[in-house]
């Protein structure tokens, strides 16, 4: 017996899917982003998204704001990358 199920995946849980996707993208680039929670906002085009990370880092003398942007398309591919430093 088989089971087919013509249900579409609930919507929240398909958003965290994306977001944690996009995260893990994020840390491996830019490592200092690790236990960032991005802000998500829509995007110029129909569909896209923007998640944007922002932190403070230490740089011994000072500190610095780096700020990096992901815009995924409504397929959830990531289209670009964007850092401040």
């Known amino acids: 017996m088989s ?20 995260t893990s993208h994020v840390v491996k680039r830019f490592p200092y982003m690790r236990g960032v929670t991005p802000r998500k906002a829509p995007g110029q085009s129909t569909g896209q998204e923007v998640f944007t990370f922002r932190t403070l880092v230490d740089l011994g003398a000072g500190r610095m704001v780096c700020v990096v942007r992901v815009v995924v398309d409504a397929d959830g591919h990531i289209l670009r990358t964007i850092s401040s430093h």
């Open 3 to 22: 089971y087919v199920s013509n249900l579409s995946p609930c919507p929240a849980l398909v958003a965290d899917a994306l977001a944690q996707r996009v």
